[in-house]
Every structure is written in structure tokens, then in C-alpha cells.
Nanobody
Framework: QVQLVEFGGGLVQPGGSLRLSCVAS????????MGWYRQAPGRQRELVAT???????NYVDSVEGRFTISRDNAKNTVSLQMNSLKPEDTAVYYC?????????WGQGTQVTVSS
């Protein structure tokens, strides 16, 4: 069992930056594939970025070059550095841990990009 808690959301102006963090409880964090997802009002939840246990990363095209996912296994933490934010990045951002056939989700953190 894994519990996830996200931090770092907030209100930022277009072009600004935010850093989201997700702290995991439980064992074997280093073996999990970690991901960030987001859900905007009226839209389906979508993948933003993932990082595997071997630090292989993947990004949705709309954030490629602007967002960076990273992990610190010593701290059981996965982070998402978001730069050059756009209004269309506004959403609730969720952290997910996956291993074998089990998925665990955090409660989400709101990111609002607005002037």
C-alpha cells in the first residue's frame, strides 16, 4: 500500500513557474513508476509526465520542453518542475504510483495559471 501527498500548487501568472512535489509513504518507492496527471474542469484526466524506476521519462507533447519530472528515491519524492506556464495548464494535478497491476493516487493539488 502506498499513500501519496502532493504539494506546491497555487496561482501563477502566465509565463511563470511552479514546482510540484509528491511524497510517498510505504516501502519500495524506488521500484514504482511515478506519474503526474491533470484534470481540467469538464475534461478527462490526462497524463502529463511519467518516470520509471530506471529514470526513463515520458511527457505529453503539450508540456515537452517546459515541464521536467524527477525523483529522489532517498526522500520517496517525485517532483514536477513547470516552467513557461500557460492558462491551458490550469488543472488539478495528481500524482500516481504504479507497480505491477496496482495504481495509487494522491488527492490532487490545484494549479491555476491566470493574470
Amino acid at each position: 500500500q502506498v499513500q501519496l501527498v502532493e504539494f506546491g500548487g497555487g496561482l501563477v501568472q502566465p509565463g511563470g513557474s511552479l514546482r510540484l512535489s509528491c511524497v510517498a509513504s510505504g516501502r519500495d518507492f524506488r521500484f514504482y513508476t511515478m506519474g503526474w496527471y491533470r484534470q481540467a474542469p469538464g475534461r478527462q484526466r490526462e497524463l502529463v509526465a511519467t518516470i520509471t524506476s530506471r529514470d526513463s521519462t515520458n511527457y505529453v507533447d503539450s508540456v515537452e520542453g517546459r515541464f521536467t519530472i524527477s525523483r529522489d528515491n532517498a526522500k520517496n519524492t517525485v517532483s514536477l518542475q513547470m516552467n513557461s506556464l500557460k492558462p491551458e495548464d490550469t488543472a488539478v494535478y495528481y500524482c500516481k504510483a504504479s507497480r505491477w497491476f496496482a495504481d495509487y493516487w494522491g488527492q490532487g493539488t490545484q494549479v491555476t495559471v491566470s493574470s
